[in-house]
């Protein structure tokens, strides 16, 4: 690859499993990997090929799920952190499936659903769904898990990887804490989404790219506290209670809210969420406006807003346009990634943008109350 340089070393000596120490050259930086585990090693693919993934990935800038810092968001015994740090208290709970954590988009990429006993405290089971394929999780004994995919019973053990599938790149893994307990891993590493489980807490890890495209009990991931209690029906909640019960699947306990909300085409501001709540009744179907990375071209460049700002679809019709400063980050239409980032642009925000230098500003119309706005 043009202007990278790879070196790698493999180690078998004096160690329970193969390990690689990646140094990786490229124009402007230098990146060390130090004593990644051989996971691709199971199926017998060689080292070179990872490395050559790797470089791929580089040459083309798709450093998204290498060098971004992911997302998080932990399902504990009493509370939930969400993607937007905001912690709650887990309320009472019906022996149900509720959806923690899913990709609330026309295609969706994975969704996982914890599972809560009333009698016990914790999660008690974990199922992901990632593309096509099933994973199930439950309390494990020591260090060994046992898990299910695809309705195909599999032990987990110790520092022992299992590749689950070799072209999605799904793999489970079980680890050691500072505690002394055991917890097992799932890496997902085409969807850029791991899951881990100690039989009682769960934490998810997402790539930014997902910024404003989930839902579930751990909210959407679009850095708006306020709307943190929206469910994924698109209501937004005054009660926990009531949010948590919008997040349990299928029919198996009742959904009904008890306290106000709102369920309609209105703006919220944090001055008038609860002030603007009708004791009496609710309110239509609240539903947030689109945000999507502006892309201009510019001579040779393509250059793309650095946040993301207001859109909407093309055949909307009686528009208000307003004009703002935006500041954007370019790059030449003749790489790969300008290319893949402009389509990408057109049903995500792009969250890879956020920490990109600043190449140009300009004042550009955006609008400014789009009737029918697509998320």
Not at 109 to 114: G, Q, T
Not at 131 to 160: A, C, F, N, W
Not at 197 to 209: A, E, H, L, S
Not at 296 to 309: D, H, L, Q, T, W
Request: one cysteine or more.
């Amino acid at each position: 690859m043009k202007g990278l340089s790879l070196n790698a070393t493999y180690i078998d000596k004096l160690t329970d499993e193969p390990l690689v120490d990646f140094v990786l050259h490229t124009p402007t930086e230098l990146i060390t990997f130090r004593r990644s585990r051989s996971i691709l090693d199971s199926a017998r693919i060689k080292h070179l090929q990872c490395a050559s993934h790797l470089c791929t990935a580089l040459d083309q800038q798709h450093l998204s799920s290498i060098v971004s810092i992911s997302a998080t968001c932990t399902v504990m015994e009493k509370y939930i952190r969400t993607y937007d740090m905001k912690t709650y208290h887990v309320p009472k709970t019906d022996d149900c499936p509720y959806l923690m954590t899913s990709h609330c988009m026309e295609h969706k990429k994975f969704a996982v659903l914890v599972h809560f006993k009333q009698d016990q405290r914790g999660v008690k089971k974990v199922i992901l769904h990632i593309g096509t394929h099933t994973v199930e999780m439950t309390p494990g004994t020591k260090s060994k898990y046992s898990i299910k995919y695809d309705g195909r019973q599999l032990e987990v053990k110790d520092l022992r990887p299992v590749l689950l599938d070799k072209h999605e790149l799904i793999y489970a893994v079980t680890n050691k804490a500072s505690d002394g307990s055991y917890y097992i891993e799932i890496h997902c590493e085409s969807a850029a989404v791991t899951v881990k489980y100690d039989g009682t807490n769960v934490k998810t890890y997402v790539d930014p790219r997902y910024k404003g495209e989930l839902c579930g009990l751990c909210s959407e991931f679009n850095g708006e506290v306020v709307q943190e209690m929206r469910g994924p029906n698109k209501c937004l909640y005054s009660s926990i209670d009531d949010f948590v019960k919008s997040t349990m699947v299928g029919t198996c306990g009742d959904k009904t809210p008890q306290h106000p909300h709102i369920c309609g085409e209105e703006e919220v501001s944090s001055e008038r969420l609860h002030a603007d709540f009708d004791e009496s009744g609710e309110r239509k179907e609240y539903v947030p406006r689109t945000k999507r990375n502006r892309a201009v071209a510019r001579g040779k460049e393509i250059c793309f807003s650095i946040k993301p700002v207001p859109a909407c679809e093309n055949n909307d019709t009686g528009i208000e346009f307003v004009r703002m400063i935006s500041k954007f980050h370019c790059m030449p239409k003749s790489e790969s990634n300008s290319k893949k980032l402009l389509i990408e642009s057109r049903r995500r925000i792009l969250g890879e943008l956020e920490n990109k230098s600043e190449d140009w500003t300009d004042t550009l119309s955006y609008p400014k109350n789009a009737p029918h706005l697509n998320r």
